[in-house]
Every structure is written in structure tokens, then in C-alpha cells.
């Protein structure tokens, strides 16, 4: 899968987690944001992005964003539901 296929199947994989909440789906979905966030340039992974969740506004640097998914339990949460929520504003599910 190309960068684009990749966030597109991570959108949709986010987006089911609501549903399917088990611990294949997480796997799968780490696998993804590893996937997409290292087929990144370096310069590109530096780039900070902002999360907006209903808890606020979190600014990280892209790179940051699996590790932080695969060991820190909040930021998890934030950012599937940052994927959600981009999911249901672009309709790919």
C-alpha cells in the first residue's frame, strides 16, 4: 500500500475500534501509524501537528505519534479519537 492507502486504512481501522475494541485492532492499527508515520521524510516528522480532542488541543511532533500510541495510555485514546473524528469528517468509513 502507498502513504495514501495506508491513513485511509487507518481512518477506517480507527473508526471500527469503536466497535471492535479488541487487542488485534490495536495491533493493527499501531502497525499502520508505524507504517505511515516512517514512510515520512525526516524533515516531514518533525512537523508538529495538533490533536484535537474533546479533552483540548495537543500539539506533537509526528514522529511521536506511535510511539506515543504503543506506550502512553491517553495519548492513545487521543489520538483514535482524533482518527475518528477525521474519519467521520471525510467519510471513508
Do not use: C
Request: proline fraction near 3%; glycine fraction near 2%.
Amino acid at each position: 500500500m502507498d502513504r495514501t492507502q495506508v491513513w485511509r486504512q487507518l481512518k477506517i481501522e480507527a473508526s471500527r475500534y469503536a466497535f471492535e475494541n479488541t487487542e488485534d485492532k490495536l495491533h493493527r492499527i499501531s502497525s499502520l501509524l508505524h507504517q505511515y508515520y516512517e514512510s515520512l521524510p525526516p524533515e516531514a516528522q518533525k512537523i508538529k501537528v495538533y490533536i484535537m480532542t474533546q479533552e483540548g488541543t495537543f500539539a506533537v511532533e509526528r514522529g511521536q505519534i506511535p510511539r506515543l500510541f504503543d506506550t502512553d495510555e491517553k495519548w492513545r485514546h487521543r489520538i483514535l479519537q482524533y482518527l475518528s473524528t477525521l474519519a467521520a469528517s471525510t467519510n471513508t468509513t
